[in-house]
């Protein structure tokens, strides 16, 4: 019995000196990897986007008197928290400056406050392997590399030197053309153009990485800012609505492959709207907070449910329309940019056109004649670019006033030294009255950003002969019939005529001439066509005399 305990108590000691022997063994592998485990979470962007929330509210919230400064010190620390405020007020409008602040201010706090260094900043992003960076991040560090030497040209030069914008056969198995940036792309440009990073760099993409979920629009904040001409999210994938059918009916098994509306980021370059495919907002929530913040500029009112839509501008003059469930089927919106520096007609309209210099020169003609004109086209096709071009050759002596529905012309960006005021229509200002307004200002020249309303129109119409020396306006018209038409019936319908020959001669004789725009499936911007309105007057005994 005595043995046979003896061996019960040797086998124990024995297992119990293997089990030791197994976790000295095993514990620095199990430490590395809970440092590891650690160090993945506390480098990680949504901890880093937590802790500038947390500190930045702090700074800006606590009580200055509390902290018993001295006046100077006071003084100092009032105007930083001032400052920042208004920072994270602006940055989300449009505002670059305030944009860059807010950044600089998030680069300190991370490699100040929270020790972010040469060591650690690997954890946040992969720098150092290429292999395990996603097309995202790839992307975002290309634009940091290509902003140190074009600036905001930076994503026009990666389309431009790499071809970007050709259409390809890449959707639909191939089968349908279009125009898409892929994520194979993207890598192949990032083992062309990167081969180190410095620390500064990857902090940068670091910070544009976390002010973009913090206060920026998602994926494409660095995108909106670039030369190019608007961005889109929302408009294409599969709505979430659709996804508890996917696998019930039978034709959609089809789009089991198709990406998510969360996938869906789009630009508009040079007349093109190319599907950026490699970026996707984080989740539903996320491209639904974007468009909750976007069109914010200048608090033009809430969008609820029952509004459906917002029609803004933001700080940059950029126009911003932002829709929602339910009058749309997702959330989305779409920014319009315009390239001021370059709104001159020789950029519009450059010489590789045929006759270019001939409309070049009729279009300051038309300016310096004082002629009423329609700047017809399609969306995108170029009309509001060349309509704000050519004000440059009124004479400097002529009053400007506008009327849009958002703040888009930006004239007096373009032309600071001329008289020009601009109006826009408010929940309690409608349009009319803006344009009754005008007349009271020592206006010469009225220009009405777009005519889109029979309102509009019937009042435009008036004021051409009686409140102004010329007016000029946009239309998507697609033929001058059709300009002269929709303008009939529009003083109709408002009840300005009740006789339809009167109406059409009335219209015939405001509108002097039709600059119609087009934009072919390459994106080529181009005037098709300079056309004459002239009202043609009969001689009723011809008709009377016809069989003769």
């Not at 030497?149 to 994503?155: F, N």
């Not at 370059?269 to 907002?281: E, R």
Request: aromatic share 10%; glycine share 6%; with cysteine.
């Amino acid at each position: 019995m005595e043995i046979m305990n003896l061996l019960i108590i040797a086998l124990l000691i024995s297992g119990l000196i293997t089990y030791l022997f197994y976790l000295l063994r095993k514990k620095p592998n199990t430490v590395k990897k809970d440092r590891d485990s650690e160090n993945a979470r506390l480098y990680s962007i949504p901890v880093l986007v937590e802790y500038t929330k947390v500190k930045i509210n702090e700074f800006v919230t606590t009580s200055l008197i509390d902290l018993g400064l001295s006046g100077e010190e006071y003084e100092r620390r009032l105007a930083i928290v001032t400052e920042l405020r208004n920072a994270m007020k602006n940055a989300i409008s449009g505002d670059l400056q305030e944009k860059i602040y807010l950044k600089q201010y998030i680069y300190d706090l991370l490699e100040r406050n929270y020790g972010i260094n040469e060591s650690n900043i690997n954890w946040i992003i992969p720098f150092d392997q290429a292999e395990r960076l996603t097309e995202q991040d790839q992307f975002d560090i290309l634009m940091q590399h290509f902003k140190k030497e074009h600036g905001y040209k930076a994503l026009s030069h990666m389309i431009e030197k790499y071809k970007l914008a050709k259409p390809k056969y890449v959707i639909e198995d191939g089968q349908t053309e279009s125009y898409i940036i892929t994520g194979e792309e993207i890598r192949m440009i990032y083992k062309k153009e990167i081969r180190t990073l410095d620390f500064k760099d990857k902090l940068n993409v670091v910070v544009q990485r976390v002010y973009q979920q913090y206060k920026g629009f998602g994926v494409l904040d660095e995108i909106r800012d670039m030369s190019i001409d608007g961005v889109s999210g929302g408009v294409s994938g599969a709505p979430s609505k659709m996804k508890s059918v996917e696998h019930e009916v039978e034709f959609v098994g089809n789009m089991r492959n198709t990406k998510k509306g969360i996938n869906s980021v789009w630009i508009f370059y040079k007349g093109k709207s190319i599907h950026m495919s490699f970026l996707s907002f984080e989740n539903d929530l996320e491209l639904k907070r974007v468009c909750q913040n976007i069109y914010k500029y200048n608090n033009p009112g809430p969008l609820t449910e029952s509004t459906g839509y917002i029609v803004n501008d933001m700080k940059d003059g950029s126009r911003v329309v932002v829709v929602r469930p339910p009058f749309a089927e997702t959330w989305a919106f779409w920014v319009r940019k315009f390239d001021l520096p370059n709104m001159d007609l020789e950029y519009l309209i450059p010489d590789k056109y045929d006759n270019a210099i001939l409309a070049r020169k009729m279009l300051r003609f038309l300016m310096q004649g004082a002629q009423t004109s329609a700047f017809t086209g399609k969306q995108g096709s170029g009309k509001t670019s060349s309509m704000m071009a050519s004000m440059k050759f009124m004479y400097a002596t002529l009053n400007l006033r506008i009327v849009e529905l958002i703040f888009e012309l930006n004239l007096r960006q373009l032309y600071s030294f001329r008289n020009i005021m601009t109006f826009r229509e408010l929940k309690d200002i409608p349009i009319q009255e803006a344009l009754n307004l005008t007349k009271k200002t020592d206006g010469d020249v009225n220009i009405l950003g777009e005519v889109a309303s029979q309102e509009v129109a019937s009042l435009m119409i008036q004021m051409t002969q009686a409140a102004s020396l010329f007016t000029l306006f946009s239309h998507h018209a697609s033929t001058t019939n059709d300009l002269i038409k929709w303008h009939r019936d529009a003083l109709l319908q408002t009840g300005a005529f009740n006789n339809e020959r009167i109406a059409e001669e009335t219209v015939a004789k405001a509108i002097k001439w039709d600059i119609h725009y087009e934009r072919d499936e390459a994106g080529n911007r181009y005037i098709e066509r300079i056309t004459e309105i002239t009202l043609v007057q009969y001689d009723n005994s011809f008709f009377d005399n016809e069989d003769d």
